[in-house]
């Protein structure tokens, strides 16, 4: 039987709270995002976005799997891009997809997190550096709503 990604998505969120509740001992009434917040675990999406990033970040300093580098393009090596902009901003381009299924893809979900962030962390070369900053910026945009 094969599940569809929304579905194990899903899974893998409902898991992620139980094992918050069972951490923490909360009663089922209680917030677990709270929870999820002290315990500085990031929600599945972003936990998503975090691996997409890394990998991106292997990718652009040359220390990922030649299969992943060869699926993505920098804007700065697309010759009609050169002269524009963007050529030197750390950018990937995503290809067009025809279908919502492509946008699942490598080639497509990698490049669209990598240039979702903010250009401090894309400049990061040090690979402990960018995860700190990369799980610090996806930490805040999605807890930001909460106060201490």
């Given at each position: 039987m094969q599940y569809s990604p929304v579905f194990l998505r899903l899974r893998l969120h409902h898991y992620?709270?139980?094992?918050?509740?069972?951490?923490?001992?909360?009663p089922s009434s209680d917030l677990v995002s709270h929870a999820l917040r002290d315990l500085h675990w990031l929600p599945?999406?972003?936990?998503?976005?975090?691996?997409?990033?890394?990998?991106?970040?292997?990718?652009?300093?040359?220390?990922?799997?030649?299969?992943?580098?060869?699926?993505?393009?920098?804007?700065?090596?697309?010759?009609?891009?050169?002269?524009?902009?963007?050529?030197?901003?750390?950018?990937?381009?995503?290809?067009?997809?025809?279908?919502k299924l492509g946008e699942r893809c490598f080639a497509f979900a990698g490049?669209?997190?990598?240039n979702s962030l903010l250009s401090y962390i894309r400049e990061q070369s040090n690979t402990n550096t960018f995860k700190r900053h990369l799980k610090t910026f996806l930490f805040e945009q999605c807890y930001s709503t909460f106060t201490a």
């Open positions: 992620s709270l139980h094992r918050t509740r069972r951490q923490d001992s909360l599945v999406q972003q936990r998503i976005t975090y691996k997409l990033c890394l990998l991106m970040h292997l990718v652009h300093n040359d220390r990922a799997p030649v299969y992943l580098a060869d699926s993505v393009t920098a804007t700065a090596n697309i010759s009609r891009h050169t002269r524009l902009r963007s050529a030197s901003s750390l950018r990937y381009e995503q290809p067009r997809t025809r279908l490049p669209a997190a990598w």
